[in-house]
């Protein structure tokens, strides 16, 4: 070997020991920069025509364990579709209370409870009543608070959404241009290994907003994919995502999808900040609003449903209904109800201001209703009508009124029974507004997927419009909502109505991810089933922002007096007319023609009606061993008996039931001369008594039932059992994914941070190992230092050899 080989052989190893050098320094000056990964240069023998010429640097790459990033990228993903998860959920339990929180909803009930229980033992008095409302003022302010703050963080999401889709679009730029930077250093056969580590970081940033897959190219591009492959977010150029708001949320709606070139692919995404954002804006808020819904629906149901069998003292002059009707709404009713004008002390204001209305009335409609309360006994005491399209029932001459339901039951639109008073609202604590001029289903999890309910037939109707004659739809078990709602439409148009017109009355609307049926008219609509599709796919009047709508009623704000305390009169009753001898036969009873039993006197309540026949040779003891002798009636304490009145100078018949309970008589000889009820006066002899507080124990006691019948809401399953366990059920359900979310959360973070450790320790700047390296290089670069030294001073003695 020459001098001159061996220079430029000394030379060669001092640049490649240079080189070396160099990067061990950039590994040090980097050993905290995140992301950073050490890089390694090779080194290889140099060769000119076959023979050796010193070294070179090899290719500059990076020490990156390309299976521990993608795994880390999955769990990015999963970390931070569980971090939405666990802020959101510790806002909500924040919103919810925790089960031991006097914030709670349902310790808001129990004190509405506690409320009632002391209006109950001492309703004459003043602070009880007031105390009554505040407390449900508290619990519907509680339920306006919880359904207005979860559509406040749909909302939020929103934002963040639209921030993450930004972000998510900011980064697919980046790595493109990163790309484009690589492929440009790998064709002038420059390193990459920098601009590798800064994609590999915009890529993991990516990861946790959306889930990624890539793909690399032979120039060093990669192409990347979510859904692993389905959409392709960059090859070469990169795909823009976009995102619309929503202008203001309610409960029962839906937002927009994140869209992929404008296709939406919301339903593609598995994990990610976005998959969890829209998780928790479509699902589980709506879930907890429809909770919520179902439990304020119930909550009003109960406490209305026993204030409207009660009476106030002393009585209102008026009653106004919630509900808004047309005279024309056709109803679906049984059994009867008593109306009555009383005084300011309870009592009748006239011996016959009263009158039992037995349902249903001809017509069978809201007119039909007001017709025949003011054409009986009481209309001349008071005054049934119509006002701004609510049903009132006013008092005549300062006269008050009261209302006992009896056995009456009037089938609502969604197919519940509810007494006269409590259909109308004509005595409700809790004011909502009824109506199913538009009625929604339940939340269903799919609009095109089988409903599974039994092949039959429902009726839609209504009092005016093309439903004035009712149209009938057919369904089967395969058929969808879609189906359902494309099956409406079609008979809608059958009976009259346009295409057009047809689609407006019944849609599909989106809550969430879920999906909701909705028919809207121009009047109150009834749907009577002969299978059970509506009750499979909950068909209701009520909407899903009831919870948000609730209030204590006006009237009981403006004067708490109004709050019941007892009930109408329906337990004690008495003939007017005494007779000498109780065991003869009643002077002009019954026709005195054959056959010799000709009337019925009919005793009706919550219980198999009892039939009493009687005709001209029936005594006033007759009656009453009838009523005694009878199983039906003893078992539900009602007793006669016959006693002697000193100022009447004769006998008289008196049923009372001993527990309090309502029950009345009907007479087919009316309105005959010689009927029973008309000879013997057989009536009640008053209205309400002041004492008489069964109305607001009965409202006490509403919360004590462990019967009422919740159905499936958001996740929670359909059972009997009581308000205040009901809502514990809520409160303890946010509490339990508050705890799991986060249990998710800390879980995958330290997944992160573990894979992290682990890369870190084979891709990252170890210290020593660079200290090492670099006396290494040193000496290498020194030895070949000494080497040139040398072969110049070779040169020189040759030189001066010369």
Same mark, same amino acid.
């Given at each position: 070997m020459s001098l001159t080989q061996a220079l430029n052989t000394a030379i060669s190893g001092l640049n490649t020991a240079q080189a070396r050098i160099a990067i061990t320094s950039s590994n040090i000056s980097n050993v905290n920069t995140p992301g950073y990964s050490k890089k390694i240069a090779g080194q290889e023998t140099l060769t000119l025509d076959g023979q050796g010429a010193g070294s070179q640097v090899a290719d500059i790459y990076r020490n990156v364990n390309e299976g521990l990033q993608r795994e880390m990228r999955g769990e990015l993903g999963k970390a931070g579709r569980e971090e939405v998860r666990y802020e959101f959920f510790q806002r909500i339990q924040t919103l919810f209370g925790t089960p031991q929180s006097d914030a709670a909803i349902s310790q808001r009930i129990n004190d509405l409870a506690d409320a009632f229980e002391q209006l109950g033992v001492t309703p004459d008095q003043n602070s009880p009543r007031i105390e009554a409302i505040e407390s449900a003022l508290q619990v519907m302010e509680s339920f306006e608070k919880l359904s207005s703050q979860l559509q406040d963080m749909r909302d939020d999401i929103d934002d963040q959404i639209t921030d993450e889709v930004d972000s998510a679009n900011t980064l697919l730029s980046e790595i493109s241009e990163l790309n484009t930077g690589i492929v440009r250093l790998n064709n002038l056969d420059q390193p990459t290994t920098e601009l590798e580590d800064q994609r590999d970081q915009k890529l993991n940033k990516l990861a946790k907003i959306i889930d990624v897959t890539t793909f690399s190219r032979s120039d060093g591009s990669i192409v990347v994919y979510s859904a692993n492959g389905a959409n392709t977010l960059l090859d070469r150029?990169? &795909?823009?995502?976009?995102?619309?708001?929503?202008? =203001?949320?309610?409960?029962?709606?839906?937002?927009?999808?994140?869209?992929?070139?404008?296709?939406?692919?919301?339903?593609?995404?598995r994990t990610g900040t976005l998959k969890g954002l829209f998780d928790m804006r479509d699902s589980e808020i709506p879930a907890l609003n429809d909770q919520i819904n179902e439990l304020a629906g119930e909550l009003r149901d109960a406490i209305n449903e026993e204030h409207n069998k009660g009476t106030a003292f002393p009585p209102p002059t008026n009653l106004s209904g919630n509900r808004m009707v047309a005279?024309?709404?056709?109803?679906?009713?049984?059994?009867?109800?008593?109306?009555?004008?009383?005084?300011?002390? =309870?009592?009748?204001?006239?011996?016959?201001?009263?009158?039992?209305?037995?349902?249903?009335?001809?017509?069978?409609?809201?007119?039909?209703?007001?017709?025949?309360?003011?054409?009986?006994?009481?209309?001349?005491?008071?005054?049934?009508?119509?006002?701004?399209?609510?049903?009132?029932?006013?008092?005549?001459?300062?006269? !008050?009124?009261?209302?006992?339901?009896?056995?009456?039951?009037?089938?609502?639109?969604?197919?519940?029974?509810?007494?006269?008073?409590?259909?109308?609202?004509? &005595?409700?604590?809790?004011?909502?507004?009824?109506?199913?001029? $538009?009625?929604?289903?339940?939340?269903?999890?799919?609009?095109?997927?089988?409903?599974?309910?039994?092949?039959?037939?429902?009726?839609?109707?209504?009092?005016?419009?093309?439903?004035?004659?009712?149209?009938?739809?057919?369904?089967?078990?395969?058929?969808?909502?879609?189906?359902?709602?494309?099956?409406? !439409?079609?008979?809608?148009?059958?009976?009259?109505?346009?295409?057009?017109?047809?689609?407006?009355?019944?849609?599909?609307?989106?809550?969430?991810?879920?999906?909701?049926?909705?028919?809207?008219?121009?009047?109150?609509? $009834?749907?009577?089933?002969?299978?059970?599709? $509506?009750?499979?796919?909950?068909?209701?009047?009520?909407?899903?922002?009831?919870?948000?709508?609730?209030?204590?009623?006006?009237?009981?704000?403006?004067?708490?007096?109004?709050?019941?305390?007892?009930?109408?009169?329906?337990?004690?009753?008495?003939?007017?007319?005494?007779?000498?001898?109780?065991?003869?036969?009643?002077?002009?009873?019954?026709?005195?023609?054959?056959?010799?039993?000709?009337?019925?006197?009919?005793?009706? =309540?919550?219980?198999?009606?009892?039939?009493?026949?009687?005709?001209?040779?029936?005594?006033?003891?007759?009656?009453?061993?009838?009523?005694?002798?009878?199983?039906?009636? $003893?078992?539900?304490?009602?007793?006669?008996?016959?006693?002697?009145?000193?100022?009447?100078?004769?006998?008289?018949?008196?049923?009372?039931?001993?527990?309090?309970?309502?029950?009345?008589?009907?007479?087919?000889?009316?309105?005959?001369?010689?009927?029973?009820?008309?000879?013997?006066?057989?009536?009640?002899?008053?209205?309400?008594h002041e004492g008489d507080n069964s109305a607001a124990l009965a409202l006490s006691n509403t919360f004590e039932r462990s019967d009422i019948q919740f159905e499936a809401a958001g996740g929670l399953s359909g059972e009997r059992t009581s308000l205040t366990d009901f809502a514990a059920g809520i409160v303890a359900t946010t509490a339990t994914k508050a705890s799991v979310s986060q249990s998710g959360y800390e879980f995958q973070s330290n997944l992160v941070t573990d894979l992290s450790t682990r890369i870190q320790n084979e891709a990252g700047v170890n210290l020593d190992e660079e200290m090492s390296d670099l006396i290494i290089f040193q000496r290498a670069y020194t030895a070949s230092a000494q080497v040139i030294t040398t072969v110049d001073e070779m040169f020189d003695a040759l030189l001066r050899a010369v």
């Open positions: 150029t990169p &795909n823009t995502l976009s995102f619309t708001q929503t202008a =203001g949320f309610e409960p029962g709606t839906g937002g927009s999808g994140v869209s992929l070139n404008g296709e939406d692919i919301t339903d593609t995404l005279a024309s709404d056709p109803l679906t009713a049984t059994g009867a109800f008593r109306v009555a004008a009383l005084d300011e002390d =309870g009592e009748l204001a006239a011996a016959d201001s009263w009158a039992d209305i037995t349902l249903p009335t001809t017509p069978a409609t809201v007119q039909g209703i007001i017709d025949a309360i003011n054409g009986s006994d009481a209309g001349g005491y008071l005054t049934a009508s119509l006002i701004d399209n609510k049903l009132v029932i006013e008092g005549a001459d300062g006269n !008050r009124v009261a209302i006992n339901e009896l056995d009456s039951a009037i089938t609502t639109s969604d197919g519940r029974e509810q007494g006269m008073s409590h259909y109308f609202g004509l &005595n409700d604590f809790v004011a909502t507004t009824k109506s199913s001029e $538009t009625m929604t289903s339940a939340a269903q999890s799919s609009s095109t997927t089988a409903l599974n309910a039994t092949a039959s037939s429902f009726t839609i109707s209504a009092g005016s419009g093309v439903l004035a004659g009712g149209i009938t739809v057919n369904y089967a078990a395969t058929d969808s909502l879609e189906d359902v709602r494309d099956s409406i !439409r079609t008979a809608l148009q059958g009976a009259g109505m346009s295409v057009a017109a047809s689609e407006e009355a019944a849609f599909i609307i989106e809550d969430g991810n879920r999906y909701r049926l909705v028919l809207d008219h121009t009047s109150n609509m $009834t749907i009577t089933d002969a299978g059970t599709l $509506t009750s499979k796919i909950g068909m209701t009047e009520d909407q899903p922002t009831l919870a948000g709508n609730m209030d204590v009623s006006a009237a009981i704000q403006n004067d708490p007096s109004r709050i019941v305390r007892g009930q109408m009169n329906a337990d004690t009753y008495k003939t007017t007319t005494a007779v000498v001898d109780s065991a003869a036969a009643i002077p002009n009873l019954g026709p005195l023609v054959p056959p010799p039993i000709n009337y019925t006197l009919t005793v009706s =309540g919550d219980f198999t009606d009892v039939n009493i026949d009687y005709d001209s040779t029936t005594s006033l003891d007759d009656i009453a061993n009838a009523i005694n002798n009878s199983a039906t009636l $003893t078992d539900n304490n009602i007793t006669a008996s016959v006693v002697f009145d000193s100022q009447l100078g004769g006998y008289t018949l008196s049923v009372k039931d001993a527990n309090g309970d309502p029950f009345y008589f009907s007479d087919n000889g009316l309105p005959n001369a010689d009927s029973l009820t008309t000879v013997l006066g057989l009536g009640i002899g008053f209205g309400v």
